[in-house]
T-cell receptor, first 115, second 117 residues
Framework: AQTVTQSQPEMSVQEAETVTLSCTYD???????LFWYKQPPSRQMILVIR??????QNATENRFSVNFQKAAKSFSLKISDSQLGDTAMYFC????????????FGKGTLLTVNP | GAVVSQHPSWVICKSGTSVKIECRSL??????MFWYRQFPKQSLMLMAT?????????EQGVEKDKFLINHASLTLSTLTVTSAHPEDSSFYIC?????????????FGPGTRLTVT
C-alpha cells in the first residue's frame, strides 16, 4: 500500500518570504506521479504542481517549485514570495501507478501567510 | 476547461433517510470518477472508484450497500448515502479524469457538505 507523510501539521510565513513544505512517500511502483494540491477555505481542491517520477528535473510553476529526491522518496514544495492568498491546506499526493490513477493523500499542512 | 460540478453543495437530511449527490463533468467525458470523504481538518480519504458502465470499486472498509455509486453515463456519477446516520455527516468530494491525451491530472468538484440530523 502506498503511504504519503506530511510531518508539518501547521506552518506560518510572512508575506513575501519563502516557505518549504515537506512530504515523503512510499511506493513500490517505478512510474508514478506526485502532486501538491491546495485547499483554501472554500474547500475546492486546486492542483498546484505535478511531478512525473521518471523526470529528474524538478517541476516549477511560477512561484511554486518542488525538490524531488526519488531515491529518498522525498517531494517538498517551495513557495517563493508568499502571498496572502496562499493561505490554505496543502496536501501532498501520489498516484498508485499503472492505469487506475488512484490518489493517496498525506494528512496536510495548514499554511498561514501573515501580513 | 475540465470543470467538474457537484450537486447539491450542501444538504441536510434526517437520520434514516437517503440522499443522492451528483457529480458531473461539464466539458469532457469521464470514464473514471472518484469519490472521497473528508472530515473536518482531515485529509481526503478515497471511498470508491467509479467506472462508466460497470460496478464501482470500493476501498477497504467502505460499506458498498450504504454508499451506492452509479456511473451511468460518461458525464455523470452519483453517490447515494442510504439510511444516513449522524456519523455519515461529512464533506464528500468527487473527481474525474485524467483526460486522454492530456497531462495526467484529476479534476475535483467543489464538494458537498452532508449534515445528518
Amino acid at each position: 500500500a502506498q503511504t504519503v507523510t506530511q510531518s508539518q501539521p501547521e506552518m506560518s510565513v510572512q508575506e513575501a518570504e519563502t516557505v518549504t513544505l515537506s512530504c515523503t512517500y512510499d511506493t513500490s511502483e517505478n512510474n508514478y506521479y506526485l502532486f501538491w494540491y491546495k485547499q483554501p477555505p472554500s474547500r475546492q481542491m486546486i492542483l498546484v504542481i505535478r511531478q512525473e517520477a521518471y523526470k529528474q528535473q524538478n517541476a516549477t510553476e511560477n512561484r511554486f517549485s518542488v525538490n524531488f529526491q526519488k531515491a529518498a522518496k522525498s517531494f517538498s514544495l517551495k513557495i517563493s514570495d508568499s502571498q496572502l492568498g496562499d493561505t490554505a491546506m496543502y496536501f501532498c499526493a501520489s498516484d498508485s501507478g499503472g492505469s487506475n490513477y488512484k490518489l493517496t493523500f498525506g494528512k496536510g499542512t495548514l499554511l498561514t501567510v501573515n501580513p | 476547461g475540465a470543470v467538474v460540478s457537484q450537486h447539491p453543495s450542501w444538504v441536510i437530511c434526517k437520520s434514516g433517510t437517503s440522499v443522492k449527490i451528483e457529480c458531473r463533468s461539464l466539458d469532457f467525458q469521464a470514464t473514471t470518477m472518484f469519490w472521497y470523504r473528508q472530515f473536518p481538518k482531515q485529509s481526503l480519504m478515497l471511498m470508491a472508484t467509479s467506472n462508466e458502465g460497470s460496478k464501482a470499486t470500493y476501498e477497504q472498509g467502505v460499506e458498498k450497500d450504504k454508499f451506492l455509486i452509479n456511473h451511468a453515463s460518461l458525464t455523470l456519477s452519483t453517490l447515494t448515502v442510504t439510511s444516513a446516520h449522524p456519523e455519515d455527516s461529512s464533506f464528500y468530494i468527487c473527481s474525474a479524469g485524467p483526460l486522454a491525451g492530456v497531462a495526467y491530472e484529476q479534476y475535483f468538484g467543489p464538494g458537498t457538505r452532508l449534515t445528518v440530523t
